[in-house]
Antibody
């Protein structure tokens, strides 16, 4: 069974940094693109970015509005993908989801999400 | 297509057909995907690439995309279909994923 589990959310002060992890199981992690999304409380879905598989170059794409503060990486031997968030703002408060697959084809597997609250 | 527009809410009587539109500039030239999201849960892909229904999604879910509007159709709507629905596409020209604002479906 394909599973994705996010961890690392919590309460962080504005201006600080945080790293969220996404651990995959039930599939060959190295073969897949990992996408990231977020959803602010009571709001709609927002794309954060994705990291391609090693076979596709391992390159990344980011939402233009977030580029520069957020960084995606992956550790395929550990089946973990990471979302590094820097210079956090109050408006970054959201549930962060990782998912398997390219948004271009529709994303079929999602994690349960982890809540990040940015507040002083 | 830089923006997708959905109605905030759609209501449907139990057992009737619900249609949720998603409009955008030249949307028919893109592959549109649809997600269902229930409160406190992660989104679920219900339609991919305009018309494809993933394994496990009931046959009453279908999709279309033509002439400026992508549409998610839910036939014989059930109470468990009450959820928020989002349309989404990948704009390769801008390398951006675009979501509609979401539609809350109420089954009466």
């Amino acid at each position: 069974e394909v599973q994705l589990v996010e961890s690392g959310g919590g309460l962080v002060q504005p201006g600080r940094s945080l790293r969220i992890s996404c651990t995959g199981s039930g599939f060959t992690f190295t073969d897949y693109v990992i996408s990231w999304f977020r959803q602010a409380p009571g709001k709609g879905l927002e794309w954060v970015g994705f990291i391609r598989s090693k076979a596709l170059g391992g390159t990344t794409e980011y939402a233009a509005s977030l580029k520069g503060r957020f960084t995606l990486s992956r550790d395929d031997p550990k089946s973990i993908a990471y979302l590094q968030l820097n210079s956090l703002k109050i408006e970054d408060t959201a549930v962060y989801y990782c998912a398997r697959g390219l948004p271009a084809g529709g994303v079929g597997y999602w994690g349960q999400g982890t809540l990040l609250t940015v507040s002083s | 297509s830089s923006e997708l527009t959905q109605p905030l809410s759609v209501s449907v009587a139990l057992g009737q057909t619900a249609r949720i539109p998603c409009t955008g500039n030249n949307i028919e030239t893109y592959s549109v995907h649809w997600y269902q999201q229930k409160p406190g849960q992660a989104p679920v892909l219900v339609i991919s690439r305009d018309t494809n229904r993933p394994s496990g999604i009931p046959e009453r879910f279908s999709g279309s995309n033509s002439r400026g509007t992508a549409t998610l159709t839910i036939g014989r709507a059930q109470g468990e279909d009450e959820a928020d629905y989002y349309c989404q596409l990948w704009d390769s020209s801008s390398a951006e994923v675009v979501f509609g604002g979401g539609t809350k479906l109420t089954v009466l």
